[in-house]
């Protein structure tokens, strides 16, 4: 048991570094908006990111590229991004074409991770595996504590709303970006 336990969790971790290897945290240096899309975009690499063992981007290097597809957000809280093709980056006083590379990547907004509410989120989902609709009775009380939706009763119904399956028949949210907001480019393919 033990053993399937370590084995699983390598292969997670292994599988996991491969995604990450291929994500790129960026600053927006123009303004975008999934309702009023642009062609052209710049972003900035935050990070020196290696891709696929051949493609470095040093931190501050400029990447300009085109927008290729506008996703718009969808039901189940799907939130607007949009395909972005990498033309040329600026590093060090050069421009460098990597448009005949035909790199694609997706934009899309910025979360920043907070450890205490993903591992209160787990142990909520924990025990809702073990009492069977446990997870909503918690989300109510967090809500009636919090009261961060006027009175603490409208509070509670509205964060047990929001934890319950039914949320997610809800838009998701559109990209407005705005310069110097950090977003994600995740890159999906290399020619």
Do not use: W
């Not at 972003?43 to 290696?50: A, L, M, S, W």
């Not at 931190?59 to 927008?67: A, P, Y």
């Not at 809500?143 to 929001?162: C, D, L, P, W």
Request: charged share 25%.
């Amino acid at each position: 048991m033990k053993k399937n336990f370590l084995t699983s969790a390598l292969i997670i971790l292994l599988a996991a570094s491969s995604v990450m290897a291929k994500t790129l945290k960026v600053t927006a240096l123009e303004d975008f908006s999934t309702d009023n899309p642009s062609t052209e975009f710049k972003i900035k690499v935050n990070d020196t990111q290696e891709f696929f063992g051949e493609l470095l981007f040093p931190q501050d290097t400029v990447i300009s590229g085109s927008v290729i597809e506008v996703h718009q957000p969808k039901r189940g809280k799907r939130n607007g991004f949009f395909e972005f093709q990498l033309n040329s980056y600026y590093c060090g006083g050069d421009v460098i074409d990597i448009s005949a590379a035909r790199i694609e990547g997706i934009v899309v907004g910025y979360k920043p991770i907070n450890p205490k509410a993903v591992g209160f989120y787990v142990a909520k989902k924990a025990t809702n595996f073990i009492f069977k609709g446990a997870s909503l009775g918690i989300a109510f009380v967090e809500g009636v504590a919090t009261a961060q939706e006027g009175t603490r009763i409208k509070s509670g119904f509205i964060n047990m709303y929001k934890d319950s399956p039914f949320s997610y028949l809800e838009k998701g949210a559109d990209l407005n970006v705005e310069t110097g907001d950090i977003l994600v480019l995740k890159i999906k393919k290399l020619h």
